[in-house]
C-alpha cells in the first residue's frame, strides 16, 4: 500500500509521519477572546442569496468586510474601514445599481431596482458550487469547492492552498535571512557568510521582500480558526512563547515589533521588553516556532468544507474525500487507497484527470435528522412530496461528487436501514454482507458520468428486468474489483475491460471500524 497523504481534521492533523495528535481545547484557551467577532461574521455567501444594502459582511477572520453602499458602489473594506476594492474600479455605472445577487448558478450579478442587468463577476462557466467570500488579503473572490476559484477582484486565481504554499516558501527564505545575519552581544555574535550586516539593513530586506508572505500565513489561520488544522500549529507557536497568531509577525510580541525596533548597532540603544541580548533570543526562539508551524502549514492539502470534520486528498487525480466527525482515519485511508489504485488502472481511453476536483463525502451512520443539515448531503434527493427520503437512504453519486457510509465499509447490515424497516419507512431489512461494495458501486456511476457512458451502457445491459442498465454497470465494476466477485456476461466483460487495465481485489484487513 502507498503511502497516504494526511487527514486534515478538526481535532487533528496528521502528516506523512502520522504527527501526535493535539488537542484543540488548548487552541480554544488561547483564542477564546475572539469567539465574539467570531459569532459576526456572515461569510461566505451561497447562491440564492440577495446582499442588503448597508449590511457589512465579515470575512472569516473579521478583518475586511463586504458593504453594499446606498450609492450603488459594493466595496471591500478593512476593519478599520480602509478600502481594499470597490465596484467602480471595474464598472462605471455602480450608481444604477439597485440589486446584487448570489444567484444558484454560482454568479454573482448586479442589476438595476428594476431587475435589468447591469454587470457579472462571470461571462461563462459558472459553478453552483460557488460561494462568494473574502480570502485573508481581502479580496472578493467567487470559490468552488470543486472548481477553485473562479473570479477574484485582484486577478489572481490562485487557491488559499496554492497561495498558502508560495507565501511559506517565501517567509522561510526570509526567516532564514533573519536568522543568519543574528547576533547577540556581548556573547557570541552571528555574522553572515560575507560579514556582519547591520540589523537594520538585514531587516529591512526581510519586511520588503517576506514580511507580507509570513503575514498571509497569519491570515490564513485567522481565518480558519477553529477549524482543521489549528491545534497543532497553535501548540508550535506556544511553545515558543507566542500565545497568539495574528501577533506572531506584526503585533505586540511578533517579529515585526522586535525586529523593527532593535538598533541596528547594538547596544547602543535598550528597548523597554528587551535589551541587545533578550531580544535577538527572542527573534531566534520566534523563527524556530515559525518554522515548525510552516512545515505543519505547508503540509496541508485540503481544507474540509462547511460542516465538515476532515479532508484528504488524492494526489492524481485530485480528488477530495470530506469526512463527517464520526468518520474513522482507517476508512478515509481505505477510501482514498481505493480509488488511488482504480483510478491508476484507467487504460488510455479514460484519462483520470477527468476526475480532477471530483469530491467525496464520507458520513458513518448518522441519523438523517444530522445529515439533511449536511450539505450536500440533505438535498441530493428528494421524495415524491418535494421532502428528503430519510435514514434509509445511505448514499449515491452526482456528476460532480458522491456519497458514501463508512456504515457500509466491510460489515453486515444497515443500522439504519434496518432502523427504517423496523418502523414500517422501507420494505425490507437490508443484511447484506459488505467489504468495499458501495465505495465501489458509487464510483461506477461517477465513471458513468464523467465519461458518458450512458448510451454504451444501455446497449450494453440489455436485460434490465431485475436491475435497470445504469445499475447494472456498477454491479460490473464491482465484481471486477472483487466486491463480489463473479463472472460478468461477455459484454460487460469487454466494456469494463476496456476502462479498465487490470482488476484486483481489496481486503477488509487495511479497514479498522471506527470505535464508538
Same mark, same amino acid.
Given at each position: 500500500?502507498?503511502?497516504?497523504?494526511?487527514?486534515?481534521?478538526?481535532?487533528?492533523?496528521?502528516?506523512?509521519?502520522?504527527?501526535?495528535?493535539?488537542?484543540?481545547?488548548?487552541?480554544? #484557551?488561547?483564542?477564546?477572546?475572539?469567539?465574539?467577532?467570531?459569532?459576526?461574521?456572515?461569510?461566505p455567501?451561497?447562491?440564492?442569496?440577495?446582499?442588503?444594502?448597508?449590511?457589512?459582511?465579515?470575512?472569516?477572520?473579521?478583518?475586511?468586510?463586504?458593504?453594499?453602499?446606498?450609492?450603488?458602489?459594493?466595496?471591500?473594506?478593512?476593519?478599520?474601514?480602509?478600502?481594499?476594492?470597490?465596484l467602480?474600479?471595474?464598472?462605471?455605472?455602480?450608481?444604477?445599481?439597485?440589486?446584487?445577487?448570489?444567484?444558484?448558478?454560482?454568479?454573482?450579478?448586479?442589476?438595476?431596482?428594476?431587475?435589468?442587468?447591469?454587470?457579472?463577476?462571470?461571462t461563462?462557466?459558472?459553478?453552483?458550487?460557488?460561494?462568494?467570500?473574502?480570502?485573508?488579503?481581502?479580496?472578493?473572490?467567487?470559490?468552488?469547492?470543486?472548481?477553485?476559484?473562479?473570479?477574484?477582484?485582484?486577478?489572481?486565481?490562485?487557491t488559499?492552498?496554492?497561495?498558502?504554499?508560495?507565501?511559506?516558501?517565501? $517567509?522561510?527564505?526570509?526567516?532564514?535571512?533573519?536568522?543568519?545575519?543574528?547576533?547577540?552581544?556581548?556573547?557570541?555574535?552571528q555574522?553572515a557568510?560575507?560579514?556582519?550586516?547591520?540589523?537594520?539593513?538585514?531587516?529591512?530586506?526581510?519586511?520588503?521582500?517576506?514580511?507580507?508572505?509570513?503575514?498571509?500565513?497569519?491570515?490564513?489561520?485567522?481565518?480558519?480558526?477553529?477549524?482543521?488544522?489549528?491545534?497543532?500549529?497553535?501548540?508550535?507557536?506556544?511553545?515558543?512563547?507566542?500565545?497568539?497568531?495574528?501577533?506572531?509577525?506584526?503585533?505586540?510580541?511578533?517579529?515585526?515589533?522586535?525586529?523593527?525596533?532593535?538598533?541596528?548597532?547594538?547596544?547602543?540603544?535598550?528597548?523597554?521588553?528587551?535589551?541587545?541580548?533578550?531580544?535577538?533570543?527572542?527573534?531566534?526562539?520566534? #523563527?524556530?516556532?515559525?518554522?515548525?508551524?510552516?512545515?505543519?502549514?505547508?503540509?496541508?492539502?485540503?481544507?474540509?468544507?462547511d460542516g465538515?470534520?476532515?479532508?484528504?486528498?488524492?494526489?492524481?487525480?485530485?480528488?477530495?474525500?470530506?469526512?463527517?466527525?464520526?468518520?474513522?482515519?482507517?476508512?478515509?485511508?481505505?477510501?482514498?487507497?481505493?480509488?488511488?489504485?482504480?483510478?491508476?488502472?484507467?487504460?488510455?481511453?479514460?484519462?483520470?484527470?477527468?476526475?480532477?476536483?471530483?469530491?467525496?463525502?464520507?458520513?458513518?451512520?448518522?441519523?438523517?435528522?444530522?445529515?439533511?443539515?449536511?450539505?450536500?448531503?440533505?438535498?441530493?434527493?428528494?421524495?415524491?412530496?418535494?421532502?428528503?427520503?430519510?435514514?434509509?437512504?445511505?448514499?449515491?453519486?452526482t456528476?460532480?461528487?458522491?456519497?458514501?457510509?463508512?456504515?457500509?465499509? $466491510?460489515?453486515?447490515?444497515?443500522?439504519?436501514?434496518?432502523?427504517?424497516?423496523?418502523?414500517?419507512?422501507?420494505?425490507?431489512?437490508?443484511?447484506?454482507?459488505?467489504?468495499?461494495?458501495?465505495?465501489?458501486?458509487?464510483?461506477?456511476?461517477?465513471?458513468?458520468?464523467?465519461?458518458?457512458?450512458?448510451?454504451?451502457?444501455?446497449?450494453?445491459?440489455?436485460?434490465?428486468?431485475?436491475?435497470?442498465?445504469?445499475?447494472?454497470?456498477?454491479?460490473?465494476?464491482?465484481?471486477?474489483?472483487?466486491a463480489?466477485?463473479?463472472?460478468?456476461?461477455?459484454?460487460?466483460?469487454?466494456?469494463?475491460?476496456?476502462?479498465?487495465?487490470?482488476?484486483?481485489?481489496?481486503?477488509?484487513?487495511?479497514?479498522?471500524?471506527a470505535?464508538?
Open positions: 500500500m502507498p503511502k497516504i497523504r494526511r487527514r486534515v481534521g478538526v481535532k487533528t492533523i496528521v502528516n506523512k509521519n502520522r504527527m501526535k495528535h493535539s488537542s484543540i481545547f488548548m487552541f480554544l #484557551i488561547f483564542m477564546g477572546c475572539f469567539v465574539m467577532a467570531q459569532a459576526q461574521k456572515a461569510l455567501l451561497s447562491g440564492g442569496t440577495t446582499l442588503v444594502k448597508g449590511k457589512k459582511y465579515y470575512s472569516k477572520s473579521g478583518d475586511h468586510y463586504l458593504l453594499f453602499q446606498t450609492d450603488g458602489n459594493l466595496v471591500v473594506n478593512t476593519s478599520s474601514n480602509k478600502r481594499v476594492w470597490g467602480d474600479k471595474v464598472f462605471s455605472n455602480y450608481r444604477n445599481a439597485g440589486r446584487i445577487e448570489m444567484q444558484t448558478d454560482g454568479n454573482l450579478v448586479v442589476k438595476t431596482a428594476s431587475g435589468d442587468f447591469l454587470w457579472s463577476a462571470l461563462q462557466n459558472a459553478d453552483s458550487r460557488a460561494q462568494l467570500t473574502l480570502n485573508p488579503r481581502g479580496a472578493l473572490q467567487l470559490a468552488s469547492s470543486g472548481s477553485g476559484v473562479l473570479w477574484s477582484s485582484d486577478g489572481d486565481l490562485t488559499e492552498i496554492d497561495q498558502l504554499h508560495a507565501d511559506c516558501k517565501s $517567509c522561510v527564505t526570509g526567516l532564514q535571512l533573519l536568522s543568519a545575519n543574528m547576533y547577540r552581544y556581548p556573547e557570541k555574535p555574522t557568510p560575507t560579514g556582519r550586516r547591520a540589523w537594520k539593513d538585514v531587516y529591512q530586506e526581510f519586511s520588503q521582500k517576506h514580511l507580507s508572505s509570513c503575514n498571509y500565513i497569519g491570515a490564513f489561520i485567522k481565518a480558519h480558526r477553529g477549524e482543521a488544522l489549528l491545534s497543532d500549529v497553535e501548540q508550535a507557536i506556544v511553545g515558543s512563547g507566542v500565545k497568539e497568531w495574528e501577533n506572531y509577525f506584526t503585533g505586540r510580541v511578533g517579529i515585526t515589533l522586535q525586529g523593527g525596533n532593535i538598533n541596528g548597532y547594538c547596544p547602543g540603544a535598550h528597548l523597554s521588553q528587551f535589551n541587545c541580548v533578550e531580544a535577538p533570543k527572542r527573534i531566534e526562539s520566534s #523563527i524556530a516556532g515559525a518554522k515548525k508551524a510552516i512545515d505543519l502549514l505547508n503540509s496541508i492539502e485540503c481544507l474540509p468544507d465538515w470534520a476532515y479532508c484528504q486528498m488524492l494526489e492524481s487525480p485530485k480528488i477530495k474525500i470530506m469526512g463527517s466527525r464520526a468518520v474513522s482515519k482507517s476508512a478515509m485511508d481505505a477510501v482514498e487507497y481505493i480509488y488511488t489504485e482504480m483510478t491508476k488502472r484507467f487504460s488510455s481511453k479514460y484519462p483520470k484527470n477527468k476526475f480532477d476536483g471530483y469530491i467525496i463525502y464520507l458520513t458513518n451512520g448518522e441519523p438523517w435528522s444530522e445529515l439533511v443539515k449536511l450539505k450536500p448531503i440533505g438535498t441530493m434527493w428528494l421524495d415524491d412530496k418535494g421532502g428528503n427520503e430519510g435514514d434509509e437512504l445511505r448514499g449515491g453519486t456528476p460532480d461528487y458522491l456519497w458514501i457510509s463508512e456504515q457500509m465499509i $466491510c460489515k453486515k447490515g444497515v443500522q439504519t436501514r434496518n432502523a427504517a424497516f423496523a418502523a414500517g419507512k422501507r420494505a425490507n431489512r437490508d443484511d447484506t454482507e459488505r467489504t468495499f461494495d458501495q465505495v465501489i458501486h458509487e464510483f461506477g456511476h461517477a465513471i458513468d458520468y464523467k465519461y458518458d457512458l450512458r448510451s454504451r451502457i444501455m446497449s450494453t445491459y440489455t436485460d434490465s428486468k431485475a436491475n435497470p442498465a445504469v445499475e447494472q454497470f456498477p454491479w460490473s465494476i464491482q465484481n471486477w474489483f472483487g463480489p466477485g463473479s463472472k460478468l456476461s461477455d459484454s460487460a466483460q469487454k466494456l469494463v475491460s476496456e476502462i479498465f487495465s487490470s482488476s484486483r481485489t481489496f481486503s477488509c484487513d487495511m479497514y479498522k471500524p470505535k464508538k
